[in-house]
């Protein structure tokens, strides 16, 4: 595993946009010289433009400032957004566009799907919270529910070098010396704090499953429980299989998903596997008070990530995706508390019996749908089963 944890930072958890978008906003307003931006979608709603206005005001008392956003998850950028900053001074790309939108190839499915920036060298933000107005849920309750992570400290070394290092890439693959990075690196940003975490990048070269890993071993490990929190949840069988290992072993495992359906073939996919996790003894909770939106973990109440990454095979497998790992009890009580206080408030436990009570047509179709999903991810160039 490619996990490289670093003591001696501040780490402050940040619930959804409500607490996310002054933060990021006030820490743009503040930038002497670098601000460096990745999403997967920025949208053209209130929050998207408040966030689109602080890099211009940015841009234009001399920081540079650059964003890279998805051709996918941001399609209508090019068109509303990138204009205005661009003439604004910032620097603005987009990550594969996506031009043959209605032909399925196996390039498209690889997205740019982290959420990160880095200000001045000095402040990162790192989670699952895109550029986009909470209430801005089509076809789903609002508001969304997610986390991010406000990062001070030695951690800023990696995040700043996989953002450069992305940056180069798609430069290269455009055939441009267009926004080139002029500037030399920070140096080593001194300790703020006193929490150690490590920053996890899956992509398709070198990092194809730091991520999974991290879960994985975490899991082998745990003694007490385990709580993860995803909204697209389609383990593979090593994982699944670590689930279940972990309940032999008599570790508490609790899962909350999403409860509503954004995604049908995915939704349906993964109540394919409820009845087997369940008869397992893995607790299932679906949250339905609005969007969950997150992907999160807490295991034994001192390892804890936030992050991008679904356990998914679109995340684990296909997309660039960054999470962020902490080992430190106190972030991970606070970020326990919190998932707590969500299924308290919004999310309803599933049971096993109701589950082998369903009818064959739903069944049917919840299996068809998983298998679907298999055909989807073999047609993307990978045969592991997910």
Known sequence: MAARFLPGNRLTLLNSGAEYFPALIRAIDEATHEVHLESYIFEDDVTGREVADAMARAARRGVTVRVL??????????????????????????????????????????????????????????????????????????????YAVRVEGPLLTPIQEAMHRLWELVLWAKLTRRYRLTRAPCKDPPARGEQTAAFLVRDNIRHRRDIEEAYLEAIATAQEDILLANAYFLPGRRFRKALHDAVRRKVRVVILLQGRVEYRLLHYATQALYSKLLTAGIRIFEYRRSFLHAKVAVIDRHWATVGSSNIDPFSLLLAREANIVVRDGNFADELRSSLQGAMQSGAHELHAESWKRLRWPSRLLRWASYNLVRVLVGIAGYGRKP
């Not at 990162?124 to 895109?130: D, E, H, L, S």
């Not at 550029?131 to 801005?136: A, S």
Request: glycine share 8%; charged share 30%.
């Open 69 to 146: 956003v998805d051709g996918f998850g941001a399609r209508e950028f090019a068109d509303r957004l990138q204009p205005r900053l661009v003439a604004a001074g910032v620097q603005a790309m987009v990550y594969r566009p996506d031009i043959a939108r209605f032909q399925l190839r196996r390039h498209r499915l690889r997205r740019l799907h982290r959420k990160l920036v880095v200000i001045d060298g000095d402040i990162a933000f790192v989670g699952g919270i895109n550029v986009i107005d909470d209430l801005n849920t089509p076809h789903q309750v609002p508001p969304r529910y997610d």
